[in-house]
């Protein structure tokens, strides 16, 4: 029976999408350097592996299980660049956003971060606490 390690790293939105090479210390004291080309992509919980380099069998030590590597993907804060125009930079390297024909009637919204503490699920998830103003509500002025 074969014996399988896991371990977890983080790497940044940066490394998950253009690459990386990242040392990782095995338990039999080699250093293996994981790479990962541009473009092939890491997405958040993704798992990897290595065949044959897990923990070896109990009786036969020179088989070896799998190493598997769940990755955590770092994003950067909100607003991390000081310029829209980089975003915009950004936004050229990706496949346009789609475009959608919107109803005569539609409205547009914007999506606020989530806080558990603040709005209670109440009411059918409806409901929030009456601390908070119409504007940090995301409701209408008036």
């Known amino acids: 029976m074969f014996c399988y390690f896991c371990c977890f790293r983080t790497i940044s939105l940066n490394e998950a999408l253009c690459g990386y090479e990242i040392p990782l210390k095995h338990l039999d004291g080699r250093t293996l350097i994981l790479k990962n080309k541009p473009g092939d992509i890491i997405t958040p919980d993704c798992i990897r592996g290595?065949?044959?380099?897990?923990?070896?069998?109990?009786?036969?030590?020179?088989?070896?299980?799998?190493?598997?590597?769940?990755?955590?993907?770092?994003?950067?804060?909100?607003?991390?660049?000081?310029?829209?125009?980089?975003?915009?930079?950004?936004?050229?390297?990706?496949?346009?956003?789609?475009?959608?024909?919107y109803p005569s009637n539609c409205e547009e919204v914007s999506l606020m971060e989530y806080d558990e503490k603040r709005y209670r699920g109440g009411r059918g998830g409806q409901a929030y606490e009456e601390d908070g103003s119409d504007e940090e509500m995301g409701g209408h002025h008036g």
Not at 62 to 68: A, K, P, W
């Open 50 to 101: 290595i065949v044959g380099e897990g923990m070896p069998q109990r009786r036969h030590h020179d088989l070896r299980g799998n190493l598997y590597v769940k990755f955590d993907v770092e994003f950067p804060n909100d607003h991390f660049l000081d310029d829209d125009v980089k975003y915009k930079l950004i936004e050229t390297a990706f496949p346009p956003v789609r475009k959608v024909a």
